[in-house]
Structure formats: structure tokens, C-alpha cells
């Protein structure tokens, strides 16, 4: 990311999780219950969920960055407050162990659970405690990305460019797509235990997720973020770190379990012929297209790395959470033996929670884009380079220049 950039800290059951979030111009009205608390609730939501969301109820406490309601150009700061910190106290001390105290009490992992960090991360950080590895790389983490994304988001929708998700599958059910998505995609979804569009294939999901919960199995899935509004051209195909397609992969790809990312008709293009995959281009369309439009967009919205101004469909394939009660084969790190893996408190299913930490990542992207075409320090200054874009889209016409 160029003009956005954001770090995290934190550990799952640490004191919480801490982001800041940079570059976003001065001027923007931003309030946490209203613009990012929202966000973070949509993100502990979904069928499927382990009792740890039950034992938070996650909120921005905002340390920096706004006044009076509007944010100051300065670098955003925000903790994620972990409840179960009190729990963890001992475990997660950041003191040397007493040495008179019970080791338990440490909560020790020594039996890596295949397809989680736990291992590669004690080879290659030489740790002894897989709980030293786990900790950072729990999915917890993505509060504070979603708390990032979310003022991202509000950043968008100030220039009418709106973010939503839902979920196409959990397990080997697949949701029945309607020929037109809702305007308001969120709205539609939000109140679905799985997020999906399909009230009948929900039901499945429901239920196939509470079998692999009983077997002690878990469960992935895909889910699409689809974005309206942008214009044309944002992102660049001139090199190949600034073609909005690869940024937006990376992006996605970065959330933990995510192992494929799609865009339009991605993997399926590679089956057809060319002539029923490109989007034979018309002669209207909306200001932000320049006039012009698509009869169809199986390009997902980007053509050489950029905006086409048609709507932006990305999709992501999540595997099952690796925590398994269902206890693969691993091996005791303190002696070798083999032995089963760990199981730690997690959930069955994530893909809900992880659509809208993918709304978040693609926010963040498509924010940074943005400001890289339009810049400004302030909102009025990154208005005015929008308006006079959209302006110039809206008169130029065809012919001779
Ligand atoms: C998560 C919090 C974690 C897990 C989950 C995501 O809480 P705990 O470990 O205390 O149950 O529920 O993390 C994982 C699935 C993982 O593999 O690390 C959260 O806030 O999203």
C-alpha cells in the first residue's frame, strides 16, 4: 500500500489488539459507534462460532487521530480490548514465570496442530511453547484489521462507493446465486446465520456446519466482496505492483485461511473461449464509467489491473480452521513421540466472520488506490480531484482530442 498503510499488534489473549492505521486525510467525520463498533460485532457474528465470541463484545477504543469528530490527517491508533485477558493473566504475563508456580498454569502447547503456524513458527522463531507462536498468529488478530478497514470504508463512502460480502458456500453446500445481487448486499446477509443470499442452502449450511461440530471437524468455505460505485480507473496496469488485481490478491490472501482468491469469472474464464468471457463494451453508462458501459462483468470490474467502473467481484476460498478435536497426528515437541495434536478452543466455522474481514482488506486497497489517483491532505482536496475527474470522464467525448 502506498498512501494507506496499517500495522497490527497484539495477541489473542493478550490486553487486546492495537492498529494504527495511516494516511487517511484530515476532514473525515468518524465516530466508533457509529462508522467502526458496527464492523467488529458484523465480525464475531456467523454460525459456527466458538465460545469465545461469547465472552467478547468487540469495540475501537480510539487513542489518536481524531478531534471533535473529524479525523486530523495524524495516524489513527485503536485497541481492541480482549475481556478474556482476565483469564489469561498468568499465562500470558508479560514477567518471567514464578518459579514456585504451577507450569500448567502457563498453558503450554506442545503438540502442533497441522495446518495452524504453530509448528513452523517454533523451527523457526526457536521457541519450545507453541502458545509463544499461536498467540499472534490466531485469527483474532483480524479485529484490528477490520477496525482499519471499517475507517477505509467510511473514507469510500463518503465518494457514494459502497463495500459488501456474503457467502456462496460452507463445506460442499453451494448457495443458488439470484441473477442480480441486492443494491444493499450487507442488509440482505446480515441477518442470515451464515451470510448468504440462499435462505435454503443457509439452512444446509447450518446444519452441515452442527454435524462437523459434532464429529469434531471443521469446516471452509468461499465468500465473494463485491463493491459498487468506484470509476474508472484506479489501479495501473504500467507495473506489476500497481495493478489493482494482485493488490487486491495479496490483500486477501494475507487474512489467515485464505488459500485461493478469484476475480470475476476467475477460474472458470480459464474453461471458456473469449468470446463468452470479455464484456463486449456499450455506448452508455453511468459519469464514473466515462459514458460508456459493459453487457457484462465477468471481468470482475478490472481490466489491466484497473477499474473498469463496473462493479468489483472478488472471491476467497477459506479452508477449515485447523483446530480439530477430531485430533490429527502430530508429534510432542519435547520428545519426539508421537502423539495427537493439540485442541485449543476455536470454532467450527469462520467463513462469515472472515467475508467481512475480507470487506475490510479490499477497503483498505480500494482506499489506497484512491488516494493515489486523487491525493489530498484534506477531504475538501480529495473531493475536488474527484469532482474534476469525474468532470472530465463526463465531458470528454469521442473523436479528435
Ligand atoms: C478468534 C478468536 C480465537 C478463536 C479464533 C478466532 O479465540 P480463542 O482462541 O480464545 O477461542 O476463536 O481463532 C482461530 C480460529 C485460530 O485458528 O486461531 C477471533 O477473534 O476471531
Known amino acids: 500500500m502506498r498512501r494507506i498503510s496499517f500495522r497490527t499488534a497484539g495477541e489473542s489473549h493478550g490486553r487486546g489488539l492495537v492498529a494504527i492505521l495511516e494516511g487517511i486525510p484530515a476532514g473525515l467525520s468518524l465516530e466508533m459507534e457509529r462508522d467502526v463498533d458496527p464492523d467488529l460485532r458484523r465480525r464475531q457474528g456467523g454460525h459456527g462460532r466458538g465460545r469465545r465470541m461469547k465472552i467478547e463484545s ?9 478531534r471533535l469528530g473529524e479525523t486530523l490527517g495524524s495516524p489513527l491508533s485503536m485497541v481492541v480490548w480482549n ?8 499465562a500470558m504475563s508479560a514477567l518471567p514465570p514464578d518459579p514456585s508456580g504451577n507450569p500448567k498454569a502457563l498453558k503450554p ?12 513458527g517454533l523451527l523457526k522463531y526457536d521457541r519450545r511453547d507453541a502458545r509463544d507462536i499461536l498467540e499472534r498468529a490466531s485469527a483474532r488478530e483480524t479485529a484490528a484489521r477490520v477496525a482499519c478497514g471499517a475507517v477505509a470504508k467510511k473514507l469510500l463512502s463518503e465518494f457514494s462507493i459502497k463495500i459488501g460480502s456474503h457467502v456462496l458456500s460452507i463445506g460442499d453446500v453451494e448457495a443458488t446465486m439470484p441473477d442480480e445481487l441486492p443494491i444493499d448486499l ?19 449450511m447450518v446444519e452441515a456446519i452442527d454435524r462437523a461440530g459434532e464429529e469434531g471437524d471443521t469446516l471452509g468455505g468461499i465468500f465473494e466482496v463485491v463493491t459498487t460505485g468506484l470509476p474508472v480507473g484506479l489501479g495501473s496496469y504500467v507495473s506489476y505492483d500497481t495493478k489493482l488485481d494482485g493488490r487486491l490478491a495479496a490483500a486477501l490472501m494475507s487474512i489467515p485461511a485464505i488459500k485461493g482468491v478469484e476475480i470475476g469469472a476467475g477460474f472458470d474464464a480459464a474453461r471458456r473461449p473469449g468470446s463468452r468471457v470479455h464484456d463486449p463494451i456499450l455506448p452508455e453508462g453511468a459519469e464514473r464509467t466515462g459514458g460508456l458501459g459493459r453487457a457484462s462483468n ?3 470490474g478490472l481490466e489491466g489491473g484497473v477499474t473498469t467502473g463496473e462493479p468489483l467481484v472478488v472471491r476467497a476460498a ?8 477430531k485430533r490429527l497426528p502430530s508429534v510432542d515437541m519435547r520428545d519426539g513421540s508421537v502423539a495427537d495434536a493439540a485442541v485449543e478452543r476455536s470454532d467450527v466455522c469462520a467463513v462469515p466472520a472472515a467475508a467481512v474481514v475480507g470487506e475490510a482488506m479490499v477497503a483498505l486497497v480500494l482506499a489506497d488506490a484512491l488516494l493515489e489517483k486523487f491525493g489530498g491532505d484534506s477531504m475538501s482536496e480529495l473531493r475536488r480531484n474527484f469532482d474534476g475527474y469525474v468532470a472530465y470522464l463526463t465531458e470528454r467525448g469521442y473523436g479528435e482530442r
Request: proline share 7%.
Open 58 to 66: 468487540d469495540r475501537a477504543d480510539l487513542f489518536s487521530g481524531v
Open 83 to 90: 475481556k478474556d485477558w482476565e483469564n489469561w493473566k498468568t
Open 298 to 300: 465477468r471481468a470482475g
Open 318 to 325: 477459506m479452508k477449515p480452521i485447523s483446530t480439530l478435536r
Open 109 to 120: 502447547v506442545y503438540l502442533p496442530r497441522p495446518g495452524h503456524a504453530d509448528l513452523v
Open 186 to 204: 450487507n442488509e440482505a446477509v446480515d441477518a442470515s446465520p451464515t451470510r448468504t443470499l440462499d435462505a435454503a442452502a443457509g439452512d444446509l
